[in-house]
């Protein structure tokens, strides 16, 4: 995904090209009950400091226009959800590049008398100084002075099985691949895979309780420091619905972790509380 700036088109213009490569994947399909709801943003704005550097004014005035669609459709056994958001900002100041991200995510879900599937993906091209998607697992979000671009493909397909009309067991797997475009080094960013495999056995013990066991293993490279983690982590957990709105979980249980980091290679487990 390495780009060359000569060949490609700005950060904007590809945030776009996103948006409208998902005006013809959200189109109803014939006979279909699609809804649609679409979104559009013309936005103009003044930052005298937008890459955050210390000591620094670049005062400049930027302008930013967008479009955030989602489709939707529920058939009873059937729901799918597909969104697009394609932004971009240009900015007055020659030295401010222009910025642009695009999304493109679909959640899918299929249930039968006891079988349930479902799939959240999603493929994201930000960058880690202003990143306006809300995503709570973000943890790179604003964390470096350097506007680097980033790109964040997201899989994770989760199948649910009912044992009897109290149990039943789940199996789940998530995929993250990360890779980041230039000045990712002066940013300390590094391109990285991630993976994990989660299963889960449970019993309503009430109406209101359910106890459950939850095995799980993950696996973490990067090539570019060199750096691969390996480990799992074995808890039970007791969650309990107050009310409608209300519920709260336990979990106790123990991890392990082995890390292997260019020749150096250790261990650690311990208790999950």
């Not at 005298?48 to 930027?62: E, I």
């Amino acid at each position: 995904m390495s780009m060359d700036s000569r060949n490609q088109p700005s950060a904007p213009a590809r945030a776009i090209l996103l948006g409208l490569c998902l005006l013809g994947l959200v189109q109803p399909c014939h006979g279909q009950p699609w809804l649609i709801d679409a979104t559009f943003k013309i936005q103009p704005e003044y930052n005298d400091n937008p890459r955050l550097l210390p000591g620094v004014k670049d005062d400049t005035f930027g302008l930013t226009g967008g479009i955030d669609m989602e489709a939707r459709q529920d058939t009873g056994a059937t729901k799918m959800t597909l969104r697009g958001r394609a932004e971009g900002t240009l900015y007055s100041n020659s030295d401010i590049p222009d910025d642009g991200l695009g999304l493109l995510a679909l959640a899918y879900q299929h249930a039968t008398e006891r079988h349930k599937i479902g799939l959240d993906g999603s493929f994201l091209i930000d960058n880690t100084l202003e990143n306006e998607i809300d995503d709570p697992g973000d943890i790179d979000q604003g964390i470096t002075s350097y506007q680097v671009r980033r790109y964040k493909l997201d899989l994770a397909p989760v199948w649910t099985y009912a044992l009897t009309e109290r149990s039943g067991m789940e199996l789940g797997y998530d995929f993250i691949g990360v890779e980041y475009g230039a000045n990712k080094d002066e940013a300390d960013l590094e391109n990285y895979l991630y993976q994990s495999g989660a299963g889960k056995l449970f019993y309503q013990w009430t109406e209101s309780t359910t106890v459950s066991g939850i095995p799980q293993v993950f696996d973490y490279n990067s090539s570019d420091s060199d750096t691969h983690y390996t480990g799992g982590s074995l808890s039970l957990s007791v969650e309990h619905l107050f009310s409608k709105t209300l519920s709260g979980e336990l979990a106790v249980g123990g991890y392990w972790t082995d890390f292997d980091s260019g020749s150096e290679k250790s261990s650690a487990s311990g208790e999950l509380f």
